[in-house]
């Protein structure tokens, strides 16, 4: 992950070398308000995962399962604040292969390109820790897992700080970087 990730991160610097201008004018297109709660949400969301774990380690298993539930919807509120970025962007018609952001030039249909591939697959990221999430969820509801059995737990919580980190990465290359 970390190497696809990385891999698609230098690709992005050297379009934007090229391209510098139509990076820095696409970037501002976007919301930083957007970005930045969306890092937040998703810095919490690592806390609160955190916080399960230690909580299922001293047999507080109600704790333990409403913090994972937190962690869960803030992943909910995540996907759902890129789907409305993504929205805004697809209604102005500035999505990959559209005619209006054909027109606007290489450096814009690079920028976005990478932006709608690099998010779209952190999405899928966040799709797939938020199943693990459930898993995990349903496990502690079951007994499966507890204090004795968390190895999944640990798990859990890794993958998710992968998501957060790819998040972190992100975050500044798109929207702050301009």
């Known amino acids: 992950e970390i190497l696809l990730f990385g891999s698609l991160f230098i690709v992005y610097l050297l379009y934007r070398s090229i391209h510098a201008r139509a990076f820095h004018f696409?970037?501002?297109?976007?919301?930083?308000?957007?970005?930045?709660?969306?890092?937040?949400?998703?810095?919490?969301?690592?806390?609160?995962?955190?916080?399960?774990?230690?909580?299922?380690?001293?047999n507080k298993k109600r704790l333990a399962l409403q913090l994972a539930g937190i962690t869960f919807l803030l992943g909910i509120f995540f996907l759902l604040s890129g789907c409305l970025e993504w929205r805004e962007h697809i209604t102005d018609r500035i999505y990959p292969a559209s005619s209006v952001l054909a027109l606007r030039g290489p450096g814009d249909v690079l920028f976005y390109g990478m932006y709608f591939f690099i998010t779209g697959l952190h999405t899928l990221h966040v799709i797939i820790g938020l199943t693990v999430i459930g898993f995990l969820m349903r496990g502690i509801i079951r007994g499966k897992i507890n204090p004795e059995n968390y190895s999944l737990t640990e798990k859990s919580v890794l993958y998710w700080h992968l998501v957060v980190l790819l998040w972190i990465f992100i975050f500044p290359l798109f929207y702050l970087v301009t």
């Open 26 to 58: 696409a970037a501002g297109e976007l919301s930083l308000a957007a970005g930045a709660i969306n890092t937040i949400i998703l810095l919490i969301s690592s806390t609160t995962l955190v916080m399960s774990v230690a909580s299922l380690r001293q």
